[in-house]
């Protein structure tokens, strides 16, 4: 069956999905830079205000996940996507603009509101497109947004920065978001069934491969009994765990560069980029190797174990061994980002399509939580402190909380797996 199946959705939908999602990330993630790079001392921000506004975006993500990803999983994830794209190109683009703090929270808070649904929107999306045995790669295109994105970022947002200033950065960051969703638009489909660039052969070989997976899975009444079911509940903590790791890195990793002695912004923008290559790297392998092995778990909880340690170990080094620090700071970004795909393949094969919508939202909204707690928390222990010992010491107790349940609830693959057949 596998071999029937139309390769031409890995070209048309994949490309449109990766850029779509790498739009999104790219207004959560140039906020540290613009903190870096002047906007605290234009605005009169104050440390602690610096770290509310850094944290916010994540709790309007929170609130509204699980209504996106109901919406997306019963009507419609393709409107919901432009609508979402136009706004957040808009919110993105006015944070420039802004003259004082009051604004910019509001801002920052409806930026999280308008993006809260697109991730598990696309993950539905892709679960309507893509099998068990290639749905770990498709979740990785998707996700590899994330990454990419904060790579070119890094280094354009230094150059922007240090040439227009932070203001500038901002809007001509957010423009292009209004403009993509159009191109979304015209590009995507809901499902194969809709696709007029397949054959009515291949749309329904697609199809019923997806529906035949669904049917050794029982399905639950409704999202109330999915939302109690052991399974869910530490899905949802081993995601905030690790979510609170990850966000804790990103949007502060360019503030403890830029402490380092003589570090100017492009300098800062090189620097902040060099973990996201090497996350693109483990990302794709780890993809790869998971769909083509069937295990996920083994793919997952190693990664976000090594992460633990060398944020740890990033502490002892200190900054009087800025370079030392800094390559731990490189191989724990990387395996900080390696799993998603597995992860998220992971969920879709043991949760039921009834209430898999739901549910990535809620796991996904418990991750958004956990980004929220991480930005704020890393911000307030680094202003309280004034070093950022304490932070990276809370990130890697996280991670290894994550590393313990992804152990006990990510199931092994069975001794004779349906993707060893099929390869």
Partial sequence: MKSQLAKARWYRIIPVVFVTYSLAYLDRANFGFAVAGGMADDLHITPNTSTLLSSLFF???FFFQIPGAHYAATRTAKKLIF???ILWGALAAATGMVNDTTTLIVIRFMLGVVESAVMPAMLILLSQWFTKEERSRANTF?????PVTVLWMSVLSGYLIESMGWRWMFIIQGAPGIIWAFIWWKLIDERPMNATWLSDEEKLAVEEKLK??????KPVKNYAEAFKSRKVV???????FWSLGVYGFVMWLPSIIKAAPNMDMVATGWLSSVPYVFAVIGMLSASYFSDKTGNRKVFIWPFLLTAAICLYAAVWAGTDRFWVAYVLLVIAGAALYTPYGPFFAAIAEILPKNVAGGAIGLINSLGALGSFIGSYLVGYLNTETGNFNASYTL???ALVLATVITIAVIPAPKVLHPVSEAV
């Fill in 59 to 61: 709790l309007g993500y």
């Fill in 142 to 146: 998707l996700i590899l947004g994330n």
């Fill in 395 to 397: 990130m890697s107790a």
């Fill in 83 to 85: 609508i979402s794209l």
């Fill in 234 to 240: 530490l899905l949802c903590l081993q995601y905030l």
């Fill in 212 to 217: 035949a997976e669904q049917a050794g899975i």
